[in-house]
């Protein structure tokens, strides 16, 4: 599976912004999406993902209530809406593909390059 992340930008702090995954390859509807993010500095971590059928999603809690993600297999998309941004939430972001929704990075198998996104206060 081949993804590539986009929609990253400048926003104000409270705004939003929606990334995109565009998959391509493999069954993208076969996998689980998963989104994680990276500061300056600092570990990768977990942000959300979502199971193949869009059923099951699994949010970190720091993002929990404002970010919603999901997917579009028809189309080998997936999707992060960020709401209420916060200056904290400034950094690269990048989607994976995995077999099992798990918050830990090396359970994906596929990762996009990174969308930067950069939240001011």
């Known amino acids: 599976v081949q993804l590539q992340a986009s929609g990253g930008g400048w926003v104000q702090a409270g705004g939003s912004l929606r990334l995109s995954c565009a998959a391509s390859?493999?069954?993208?509807?076969?996998?689980?999406m998963g989104w994680f993010r990276q500061a300056p500095g600092k570990e990768r971590e977990f942000v959300a993902a979502?199971?193949?059928?869009?059923?099951?999603?699994l949010y970190a809690d720091s993002v929990k209530g404002r970010f919603t993600v999901s997917r579009d297999n028809a189309k080998n998309m997936g999707y992060l809406q960020m709401n209420s941004l916060k200056p904290e939430d400034t950094a690269v972001y990048y989607c994976?593909?995995?077999?099992?929704?798990?918050?830990?990075?090396?359970?994906?198998?596929?990762w996009g390059q990174g969308t930067l996104v950069t939240v001011s206060s």
């Open positions: 994976a593909a995995g077999k099992v929704v798990t918050m830990t990075p090396k359970l994906y198998d596929y």
């Open positions: 979502i199971r193949w059928s869009g059923i099951m999603t």
């Open positions: 390859g493999r069954t993208f509807s076969n996998y689980v």
